[in-house]
């Protein structure tokens, strides 16, 4: 990084991306952001007025320029970055080009104030329209200054196509949030001019700076996701399921501390939350991964913010599987409410309390012999947990009850007039409860989530918050003892109580009513169960006697042969026949009601918005949905208690019960605090 | 109009053309059934402009006459009378029916609005026996395409020529060939694909005891008339491909089977598929005289041995059973022959003692 400033050889040159580096007042921001990050700057503050256009300073801590070699950066293809093109494999700096600070210099008033850390005096360095104006010794803190005045003052076309003064800037605060997302050990601020609009405290915690750009009551609700595989590393941040937004907008993708798009990632990220929102929401993700630089390929946008990776595929379903791993353990069950999150509601208040199971069933929860259902399960099975002691029940229903060492959830917020629960004793003892009022609705934006967090990540929000963030009382984070290693799962604690308006199962673990979409969940059940057999499928294949030509377009014909061999394993076999035009000789065997040629076209068409070809049973969705649908129960069917049972039972037992295929939720929660915070019990 | 009429013959009308009325609602009066007092005769009438029908039943006319009565409405009407001595009368565009004391009045569509169904008079005529077509139909049909896209396959492609009476379906998967010796004095030439949909309503309508049916044709037309019905049908348009071409004129393996025992084997082995959303895929291994069929599911596994009469190779080839229960439950012949080379390519199937029909399946080439 502090290699010497020379020029570039002009073939190494040529090869990099040229392009309009400045294009509004935002571009200059990030230049020379960028150009403070590759000096080792710890420190950089930023002052814009008006929209940029007016002044844009950038104050770092870096290693500053050697005054001699001031006056060269500012020529076009001079960097200390990179001596020769093949340098771009090992890049380690975010700028190659040398083209930002004469770019910048030709559009604007630009003064540098750099001293080199070890020199007592610094340089001050003045241009105008890319001609040097003044240069002289100047006194001045270490690192370098660089200051950009009358932004396009040279070029009023360009100055004319700008937009409001509110959009660019929102695009220089956008911009250098994403730059303390990748960086949060530098310690960035933002002022326009004299309020502080950005802060980050730069002690290289993600989740501090995620707070800061993302505000701290959403940072607080994140999940925290680390996944490694092979030499690919992924942390960062990611919603839970209903916490969604309606554009890409909050998605943060950073590739080695690079701030990048990625059709590829997106893709994987969408994949990760498949059906677990719905359609057309997206999620708030800020992904961090660390991959070999020789993996992806840098050099293939000008403003340097798309990458292409090597393994497209794999990378993707990488992406996919860390998140569904985070979002499944997560146990997104949706509450009742739909008031966003008040503030004592995100306290975890995480006791290790003992509760009560009641052991209508007898239900086994030992994990080796696993839970007993259906006809036989129901017959006396001793529980052998070891962790549970049989007492005396004191419920209603005298059997036994075990004792279960679980994790008290938090209590939910409320709105009282959403939903008045009556309960009215009815003879044999059990309850009968109605729901009055309007009816229940989530929306993706506004319902709130009750999930058991990693605590780490709360107390570490605690720890870190910087000065401007709201102040959180330590005591709403208490710590959890950790669970001993059982491995749970919470939807085996459900017992069914009964059926209301049939079409909804009411179902308690003593702890929560848990209402359950009886449609959605059987839905859930049958299309895991179907999405599965199909991917056992093997890619047989139907050959044709009489072969269907098929003629493609030169994108759609570069698709298929790329993809050729994935092609073949799913069934297709082709033959090419003569200018792009291919014949279609057989077809996959299991191809549900679809023509091949059909399937084939969407295959790549598929290909050629995502970039990564589809597998079968992506291909086969829409017909999975709604077999799914069709086998499945339908609102207003009678249920008796022992089918309730097995649909929960079934239910716990798929990758995701908490939503049904399309994304709506399967159930919604009612804890026991909040009946007696309702009920004026506490 | 003024018609009297007995239960029946309304019934035999109404459900002889039903089949042609128009399920689209783009033009009403397609949904209708046109009814025609003439003649000592009720004339029954309804299109869907692909396929028109038209039938006669005896009637006592006082008032010749013409409506077009909603056929949804009139058909359940029918359906539900009481079998006694029926009257029609129309009034402007209203129908009484009237029955015992009771009666009942319809509202009718404009008759002019309704297409004419052309004769063909004057174009090409054969005639054919009613007892052969109706098998050439069974054996062919279940071959066609369901699949609209490719319009060519959704029907069968029927051809005249010389003495020869060719009739061939195929979805690309498979195909099913059927020909038959007549005469034809007159050297009519034909060949035309008919809508899988007009076979099935021609095979339904002919009647065992009838002999004869008389085709006419045109370019793009073709209609048959057999007892009191006449039914027209648009032809498909496009290429037939050249079947001849696909039909291999050699083998690498023959397996001479029982037809039922087969027939038994294939099923019982397709039991074990899970449900009806999946091909259900079989596997044949050929080995000396031994034939297993083979399937496994979820569900288990089944091993059908039958011991054969084989000459040539040993194969294995795998089929969506289907195809082969399709073809082995419109053979009557007591044996099959099975004709196979490799497990790519296509497996023939014929009776042992008709060399007048055959059958082609595509295997499916297993991962
Ligand atoms: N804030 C800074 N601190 C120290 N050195 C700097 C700073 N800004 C620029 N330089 C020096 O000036 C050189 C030219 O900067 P410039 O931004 O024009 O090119 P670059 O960063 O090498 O490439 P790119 O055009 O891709 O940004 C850099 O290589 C670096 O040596
Ligand atoms: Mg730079």
């Given amino acids: ?682 | 109009m003024k018609v009297n009429c007995s239960k029946d013959s309304l019934l035999t009308g109404v459900n002889t053309v039903l089949k042609a009325v128009s399920s689209k609602n783009t033009l009403p009066v397609l949904q209708g059934i046109l009814v025609k007092a003439e003649d000592q005769h009720l004339i029954f009438e309804a299109t869907d402009l692909e396929m028109g029908i038209r039938c006669m039943v005896p009637a006592h006319i006082e008032k010749e006459g013409v409506t077009v009565l909603p056929a949804r409405i009139f058909s359940d009407l029918v359906r539900k009378l009481p079998e006694a001595p029926i009257e029609l009368e129309l009034e402007n565009d209203i129908l009484k029916i009237n029955y015992y004391e009771s009666n009942l009045s319809l509202r009718g569509f404009d008759p002019d609005e309704f297409p004419l169904l052309p004769d063909l008079n004057g174009e090409e005529t054969f005639v054919l026996p009613v007892d052969i077509f109706k098998n050439m139909i069974r054996q062919t049909i279940f071959a066609c395409s369901t699949e609209e896209s490719r319009p060519v396959f959704t029907g069968c492609l029927l051809q005249i020529e010389e003495s020869n009476l060719r009739v061939i379906a195929t979805d690309t998967h498979r195909l099913a060939y059927r020909i038959a010796e007549i005469s034809n004095p007159e050297n009519c030439k034909f060949q035309g694909i008919i809508p899988a949909k007009t076979l099935n309503e021609i095979y339904r309508l002919l009647r065992d005891d009838e002999e004869n049916l008389t085709i006419r044709f045109n370019e793009a037309q073709i209609l048959f008339q057999f007892g009191s019905v006449v039914l027209l049908s648009r032809l498909i348009e496009g290429q037939f491909p050249n079947y001849k071409q696909v039909i291999p004129q050699s083998c690498q393996t023959k397996l001479f089977l029982n037809t039922r025992l087969f027939q038994d084997s294939v099923e019982r082995a397709s039991l074990l598929a899970r449900d009806g959303n999946h091909p259900n895929i079989i596997k044949l291994s050929v080995e000396s005289e031994r034939l297993s069929i083979d399937q496994s599911s979820d569900l288990g596994e089944i091993s059908e041995i039958m011991n054969i009469k084989k000459e040539g190779n040993d194969v294995n080839i795998a089929f969506n059973s289907k195809y082969l229960l399709d073809v082995l439950k419109v053979i009557e012949s007591e044996e099959v022959l099975v004709e196979m080379s490799g497990s790519y390519s296509p497996g023939v199937i014929r009776p042992l003692d008709d060399p007048n029909y055959l059958y082609l399946a595509l295997p499916v080439r297993t991962s």
């Avoid at chain 1, 007025?49 to 500012?74: F, H, K, T, W, Y």
């Avoid at chain 1, 269907?548 to 073949?568: D, H, Q």
């Fill in chain 1, 1 to 682: 990084m502090t290699r010497n400033i020379q020029i570039l050889d002009i073939q190494a040159a040529n090869q990099i991306a040229a392009g309009e580096v400045v294009e509004r007042p935002v571009s200059v921001v990030k230049e020379l952001i960028e150009n403070s990050l590759d000096a080792g700057a710890t420190k950089i503050e930023v002052v814009v007025e008006g929209s940029g256009v007016e002044l844009i300073r950038v104050q770092d801590n870096g290693v500053g320029i050697p005054a001699q070699e001031l006056p060269i950066s500012l020529q076009r293809h001079a960097t200390s970055k990179i001596r020769s093109i093949e340098d771009l494999n090992t890049l380690g700096t975010l700028g190659f080009r040398g083209e930002a600070l004469p770019s910048i210099a030709s559009v604007s008033k630009m003064e540098i104030l750099t001293r080199p850390q070890k020199e007592i005096s610094g340089a001050h360095l003045i241009f105008e329209g890319g001609k040097e104006i003044e240069f002289l010794e100047t006194g001045c803190p270490p690192g370098t200054t660089v200051i950009v005045k009358d932004l396009f003052y040279n070029t009023p076309a360009r100055r004319k196509f700008l937009k409001s003064k509110n959009r660019e800037f929102g695009l220089i605060s956008e911009c250098i949030g994403k730059l303390a997302l990748a960086r949060p050990d530098v310690a960035f601020t933002l002022r326009h001019p004299k309020t502080i609009v950005l802060q980050t405290p730069g002690r290289g915690q993600l989740i501090d700076s995620v707070g800061a750009v993302l505000g701290h009551n959403t940072a607080r609700r994140l999940l925290e996701i680390s996944y490694q595989k092979g030499d690919w590393e992924l942390t960062g941040f990611i919603s839970p399921p209903d916490l969604v937004r309606s554009s890409r907008q909050s998605e943060y993708l950073i590739v080695n501390g690079r701030i990048i798009r990625s059709s590829v990632i997106s893709r994987g990220i969408l994949e990760g939350y498949h059906t677990l929102i719905p359609n057309k929401y997206y999620p708030i993700t800020v992904l961090k991964l660390k991959m070999p630089p020789n993996q992806y390929d840098v050099n293939v946008h000008p403003t340097k913010m798309e990458i292409r990776f090597h393994e497209e595929k794999k990378l993707s379903e990488f992406i996919a599987e860390g998140i569904r791993q985070v979002l499944m353990a997560s146990h997104p069950i949706t509450p009742f409410s739909k008031e966003s999150p008040h503030r004592e509601s995100l306290a975890r208040e995480a006791n290790f309390t003992s509760k009560k199971i009641n052991s209508q069933k007898k239900m086994n929860y030992s994990k080796e012999v696993g839970f007993s259902w259906g006809l036989a399960g129901i017959k006396a099975q001793e529980p052998q947990d070891i962790n549970r002691t049989l007492e005396p029940n004191d419920s209603l229903i005298t059997q036994d009850s075990i004792e279960l060492p679980i994790l008290q959830k938090s209590n939910l917020v409320h709105t009282p007039q959403e939903s008045k629960l009556d309960s009215k004793p009815i003879e044999n003892g059990s309850h009968l409860l109605v729901f009055e009022g309007n009816p229940v609705q989530i929306t993706p934006e506004t319902n709130t989530v009750q999930i058991p967090k990693d605590t780490n990540l709360a107390n570490r929000i605690q720890e870190n918050s910087s000065p401007e963030a709201d102040n959180l009382n330590p005591q709403e984070y208490v710590s959890i003892i950790q669970e001993e290693d059982i491995e749970y799962n919470p939807l085996l604690r459900l017992c069914p109580i009964g059926q209301i308006f049939q079409t909804y199962i009411l179902a308690t673990d003593e702890e929560n009513l848990v209402v359950i979409d009886q449609h959605a969940a059987h839905e859930r059940i049958n299309y895991e169960k179907l999405f599965q057999e199909h991917q056992k499928k093997p890619g047989d294949s139907q050959m044709l006697l009489i072969p269907t030509p098929i003629e493609l377009s030169p994108g759609e014909e570069e698709a298929l042969l790329e993809y050729i061999l994935v092609l073949n394993e799913m069934g297709f076999i082709l033959e090419h026949f003569g200018t792009r035009t291919y014949l279609l000789r057989g077809i996959p065997a299991y191809s549900g009601p679809y023509a091949g040629e059909t399937l084939l076209r969407e295959f790549l068409d598929h290909v050629l918005t995502n970039q990564i070809p589809p597998r079968m049973e992506e291909l086969l969705e829409e017909w999975i949905y709604l077999l799914a649908c069709k086998d499945s129960i339908k609102a207003k069917d009678n249920l008796n208690p022992l089918e309730m049972e097995q649909l929960i039972f079934q239910l716990s037992k798929t990758n995701n019960p908490y939503t049904c295929p399309h994304g709506r939720p399967t159930m919604i929660q009612l804890s026991k605090k909040e009946f007696e915070r309702r009920f004026y019990r506490s």
